[in-house]
Each structure stands twice: as C-alpha cells, then as structure tokens.
C-alpha cells in the first residue's frame, strides 16, 4: 500500500520557470490538500480539494494554482517560479473532515528557485 | 487570531531521561488536537488525535495529554530512535483547516 506518492522529491528551478508537482493517494480518500514547509514556521495550507473536480485557496495561495480532475491525484502547478517559492512542499489526504481523522502525508518536494 | 505555539524549540537529551514538549493553542474553537512526528527528510507521520480537555493516550514511549490551553507530548525513558522533529495542530471547529506549530526537534543522545 503507497498511501500517499510525490513526485519529482527534488527540483532546482530557475526564477520565470514553471513546473508541476503531482501528488497521487491509493486510500480513496476526498479531501487532498498541498502544504509548505519553511524552517521555524508550521506548515501552511497553500489549496486543497473537497473532492474531484472541486479545489480551493487555503492559506498562502498566490502564485500557485491547482487541479484535482481525478479523485486519486492531486497536481500543483507554479507558473512562474520565484525565489520565495523555495521550500519544501508536502501532499497529504484524508477523509472528510466532519469526521476528525488524521491527515496522511507523502514524503516532500524540496523545491530550490535561483 | 487562531495561533498554535510550540515549545520548546529544540530539546536535548539523554537517553533514558524523560521530559514534555508543549503545545498551547489559542483556537476560536477545537475540534481536535493533532500529534505528528516527522523524521529528516520525510512527510509528517500522525501518533495522536485529542478531542477534549483531560483525555489522554499513549503509544510506547509516549504519553499526550489535553488540556482547555495547551497538550503535551510527554516522553518517558526516551531512545535514540526517538529522535525527530515532533508537530502538533489543532482542526478549528468552524472550518476544515489545521492550524500547525513550528515543532519540537527533539534529540536524544545516547
């Protein structure tokens, strides 16, 4: 069982450069969600999705856009890499959150913009 | 504004001696409290959800406890192996969101 997948884990971008991240779950969860991590700050909820085909802004949205059109995979899209867009980026998932379960989390993207 | 603070930052210790890691939450209302340990390198790995003040629950080494302000991760006997960076969050009543903490890196030296 994967749980939760990320790819690329690492990527060097240049400032301007666009680049997708693609998140997929096998525990047929509906709430997915992107997340990033920067040193001495909690995590930050950057969009996340209620189910297929449904997304939203969290937290720190800009520069950043999202697509959930199919209910296993979650993709994060930057369309023009900035410096402060370094950082390392997490997918995670889980049920419906009237329920309180645990979120599950893939394993990061280190993303580095010169 | 809905703010979860952990403390300390980092947290030096000994093999074998036992201490607690905090975490206070000034939330408009909870609906959980959440602990996380995340090792180097990896995704945050879920160990405790808390849903009222007094409740408690423990997994080996470890002990959360909940109170109207603040939870704690107390760990007792720790080992090596229990080294990690240790988060907790708090899931507001009035929405979907998680609300984090910076974490706790804890180290034990053997």
């Known amino acids: 069982n994967a749980g939760v997948t990320q790819t690329p884990k690492f990527r060097v971008l240049k400032t301007g450069q666009s680049m997708t991240l693609l998140c997929a779950q096998d525990?047929?969860?509906?709430?997915m969600y992107w997340y990033r991590q920067d040193p001495g700050m909690g995590l930050r909820l950057i969009h996340y999705?209620?189910?297929?085909?449904?997304?939203a802004k969290g937290e720190v949205p800009d520069g950043y856009n999202v697509s959930r059109l199919k209910k296993q995979n979650f993709l994060l899209g930057l369309e023009s890499a900035a410096p402060s867009q370094t950082s390392v980026y997490f997918c995670?998932?889980?049920?419906?959150?009237?329920?309180?379960?645990?979120?599950?989390f893939g394993q990061g993207t280190r993303l580095t913009v010169v | 504004e809905d703010q979860v603070t952990q403390s300390p930052e980092a947290l030096r210790l000994q093999e074998g001696e036992s201490s607690s890691l905090n975490c206070s939450y000034t939330?408009?209302?909870?609906?959980?409290l959440f602990w996380y340990r995340q090792d180097p390198g990896k995704g945050p790995e879920f160990l405790f959800t808390?849903?009222?003040?007094?409740e408690e629950k423990e997994k080996e080494r470890l002990k959360a406890t909940l109170t109207k302000k603040e939870s704690f991760l107390h760990i007792t006997a720790p080992k090596p192996e229990d080294s990690a960076t240790y988060l907790c969050?708090?899931?507001?009543?009035?929405?979907?969101?998680?609300?984090w903490g910076a974490g706790t890196k804890l180290i034990i030296k053997p």
């Open positions: 995670a998932s889980s049920f419906p959150t009237g329920v309180v379960t645990e979120a599950f």
């Open positions: 525990m047929n969860h509906e709430y």
């Open positions: 999705s209620v189910g297929e085909g449904t997304t």
């Open positions: 939330v408009s209302g909870l609906r959980g």
């Open positions: 808390l849903y009222s003040a007094g």
């Open positions: 969050a708090a899931r507001l009543d009035s929405n979907y969101q998680l609300i």
